[in-house]
C-alpha cells in the first residue's frame, strides 16, 4: 500500500507541475489538500447515471462479457424534523446479458423507494424495497441459484448495505486539513459497518466533476463469498464456457476497493463506484482437472444536481 500511495504521489506531483503554465493563465488549478465543513442543504434533487457490469475471463483467455445495466434515477431528498427523508423514483432501466431479469442489486432499482434517516444520515427505515423479493421468486430458476437470489434480496440485509453506504459517504474527516493520498483511518468505521470491513483508506484529494467541487477518497476491503449468481452468470454468458458446468469450486476471497466522491460545499455525493474480483479454481474430480476463473463487477453512479 505504502508504495502504490508513494507512486500516486509522484504522479500527482508530476501533473501538478505540467500544469503550471495552465494556473498562471488561470484556466487550471491543482490543490493537493482540503478542509471539509459542509453544510447540507434542507432541500435537494438530483439524478443518477447509474452503470453496473459483470464479467468473466478463463486463465489466459479474453475476457468474456456478462450482463451490463444502464439505469437512471431520480431523488428527493428533504429534511424531516432531525432526520432526512429520501425519496427514489426510476427513470429508465436497459439491461442486457444473462442476469437481466435476475440480479438483485440491480433489479432493486426498478423499485420506488422512501428512505427514513437519522440526522447522520443512517437510514432507519426503507420503504418499498419488500416487493423485489415476490419478482425474484416468479423467475425460472436452479433451486441453488434461486435461494442466492432470495438471500441477496433479504430486506434486513439490503437495509444494512444502505446503512453501511452512508457510512462511508460520511467518512471522511471534517473540519480539518487533509492532505491528498494521506491514508484515513477506518478502526472506527469498522465499528459500525454491518456487511464489510475496510482493509484500509485513503483522501486522493480535491477534484472537479461536472463543474462542482469534489473531494475523493478511496476505501479498500475483502470478504469471502460462494460467488454462487457470478459462477451462473459464468456458466451461461459463453457457451464455451458451459462445458464446465459438472466442474465444483469453493468459496473464494473478493477483493474490493470502493470510491467516493463528495461535494465539498453540501457533503452529497458527486461520484461513487464499486470495483470487485475474485480468483478461483474450478475442479473436477474425476479427471483430476482444474481451471483457474477470474470474476469481475463493476458499479458506478454519477450524480447530477
Not at 140 to 162: F, G, I, N, P, V
Not at 167 to 195: C, D, H, S, Y
Request: aromatic letters at 12%.
Amino acid at each position: 500500500m505504502k508504495t502504490s500511495i508513494t507512486r500516486a504521489k509522484s504522479a500527482a506531483d508530476l501533473a501538478c507541475k505540467a500544469a503550471l503554465i495552465f494556473a498562471a493563465l488561470g484556466l487550471f488549478q491543482c490543490e493537493r489538500s482540503a478542509v471539509f465543513t459542509p453544510k447540507i442543504p434542507d432541500k435537494a434533487h438530483y439524478r443518477i447515471f447509474h452503470l453496473g457490469t459483470y464479467s468473466s475471463k478463463l486463465d489466459e483467455e479474453k475476457e468474456i462479457e456478462g450482463t451490463i445495466f444502464q439505469t437512471t434515477l431520480s431523488f428527493d431528498l428533504e429534511k424531516q424534523g432531525t432526520g432526512w427523508s429520501l425519496r427514489r423514483k426510476l427513470d429508465t432501466l436497459i439491461a442486457k446479458g444473462y442476469h437481466k431479469f435476475s440480479m438483485p442489486n440491480e433489479l432493486e432499482k426498478k423499485v420506488n423507494l422512501v428512505f427514513t434517516m437519522d440526522s447522520a444520515f443512517v437510514p432507519s427505515r426503507v420503504d418499498g424495497y419488500d416487493s423485489l423479493k415476490a419478482i425474484l421468486a416468479r423467475i425460472q430458476q436452479k433451486d441453488e441459484y434461486r435461494a442466492a437470489l432470495l438471500k441477496a434480496s433479504d430486506t434486513a440485509h439490503y437495509r444494512a448495505e444502505w446503512r453501511d453506504w452512508w457510512r462511508m459517504n460520511r467518512f471522511l474527516p471534517r473540519g480539518r486539513k487533509i492532505e491528498a493520498f494521506q491514508p484515513l483511518p477506518v478502526e472506527e468505521l469498522n465499528k459500525t459497518l454491518e456487511t464489510l470491513k475496510a482493509d484500509s483508506a485513503r483522501f486522493d484529494g480535491p477534484r472537479p466533476r461536472l463543474k462542482k467541487s469534489c473531494l475523493d477518497y478511496t476505501l479498500y476491503y475483502h470478504r469471502t463469498d460462494s460467488l454462487s449468481l457470478l459462477m451462473e452468470q459464468f456458466y451461461n454468458s459463453s457457451n464455451q464456457n458451459r462445458k464446465y458446468k459438472k466442474y465444483s469450486w469453493n468459496a473464494s476471497v473478493v477483493h474490493g476497493i470502493l470510491q467516493y466522491s463528495v461535494e465539498r460545499e453540501t457533503g452529497l455525493p458527486c461520484f461513487a463506484s464499486k470495483s470487485e474480483t475474485s480468483d478461483l479454481t474450478l475442479e473436477l474430480k474425476e479427471e483430476k482437472a482444474t481451471m483457474p476463473v477470474h470474476l469481475y463487477r463493476y458499479e458506478e453512479d454519477l450524480y447530477e444536481y
